[in-house]
């Protein structure tokens, strides 16, 4: 594998759908434990608001260079504020991003000191949307197909209240009618609704509660795996992710194709299936060949787990780990 594979990135435009929320990062040092109670103290120092969910996928995405198009759901309060103001700073469009008066943006708000989780607090709220919203959001989609004219859709679920049945099945359909790919990163609540996307990218644990079993980290089993996903959900590719193990890659009637990691030190896991469904549909759509879209996909979710926090992985990332 070459960094030249890379080159035709630029400017790949990807739709992205999903869940959108604010990243937030309380940073400090630990150095005496708490007289109250059994847990450290936090001398604070400082805070950090970052893009998260479906808009880090974007934030990769634009790493990668290509080109986004985001829409997504937030709340009409500070912290939906809070996200459009980054969305500028990043330069993605808003357009697309519906605030809504009656949900809470979704705001994860973890507590670090000297790069290590110390504590999470989610405030979120999963009502699905009802139905003219769902008319509401759908009509947006259609309607920034016909004006952006992307490449690929990713429909990124982190159940968190957007992408409802109705919304990921109609999105799909969408998507045929205009022959555009779907790059679908689950949730197991919807898995009926995910039917006819491209690609379907599930880790370890959701394959295994999808099918009902336990499923080994031996390629004969692993494929078996994904012959069953691809008869149980529709789809043309499965990439199954395994955490510290690697990932498992497989089109529809072929041999799969197992990647295993990459000896480093994991600095955090978060945000790392973000970069992963990132450069997978990057490379599907710049026409990769299959070994090179497995090992560039388990190259940026390695990269991603070497840093604290949710961080996107550039292009220049990827081309330096190639050349390594």
């Known amino acids: 594998m070459k960094p030249e594979v890379l ?36 001398d604070y120092e400082g805070t950090d608001n970052r893009l998260g969910g479906a808009a880090n996928v974007a934030l990769n995405i ?12 937030t709340g009409e309060d500070e912290e939906g504020v809070l996200f459009r103001q980054l969305l500028k700073e990043a330069a993605i469009s808003d357009q697309w991003i519906w605030a809504s008066k009656n949900r809470k943006t979704t705001l994860k708000t973890r507590v670090m000191a000297r790069g290590q989780h110390l504590l999470r607090v989610d405030r979120e709220d999963r009502t699905l949307p009802g139905r003219e919203m769902e008319e509401s959001v759908l009509n947006d989609i259609a309607e920034s197909i016909r004006l952006q004219q992307p490449e690929g859709i990713i429909l990124q679920d982190y159940n968190k209240g957007l ?38 990218k599930p880790n370890l644990h959701e394959a295994s ?46 041999k799969g194709i197992y990647v295993p990691s990459i000896p480093q030190e994991i600095a955090d896991v978060c945000g790392a299936g973000d970069t992963v469904i990132s450069a997978l ?44």
């Open 7 to 42: 080159h035709k990135f630029d400017h790949t435009h990807i739709m992205i759908v999903g869940d959108v929320m604010l990243d937030r990062y309380l940073y400090g040092a630990v150095s005496r434990i708490s007289p109250e109670a059994p847990v450290p103290v936090l």
């Open 62 to 73: 634009i790493a990668m260079g290509g080109d986004v198009t985001l829409v997504g759901m």
């Open 163 to 200: 992408l409802s049945e109705r919304v990921v099945r109609e999105t799909i359909q969408l998507a045929h009618q205009t022959k555009i790919p779907v790059f679908v990163d689950p949730k197991i609540d919807r898995i009926s609704s995910y039917q006819g996307c491209t690609v379907f």
């Open 209 to 254: 509660q999808i099918l009902g079993r336990s499923i080994s980290v031996r390629e004969d089993d692993l494929n078996r795996a994904a012959d069953e996903l691809q008869e149980k959900v529709e789809h043309s590719v499965t990439l199954i992710t395994l955490s510290d193990k690697g990932l498992y890659f497989k089109r529809k009637g072929q």
């Open 281 to 324: 549909a990057m490379c599907y759509l710049s026409g990769c060949n299959d070994d090179n879209i497995a090992n560039i996909s388990n190259i940026a979710g390695h990269i991603a787990c070497r840093y604290p926090g949710v961080v996107p992985v550039s292009l220049e990332q990827l081309k330096s780990e190639i050349n390594k």
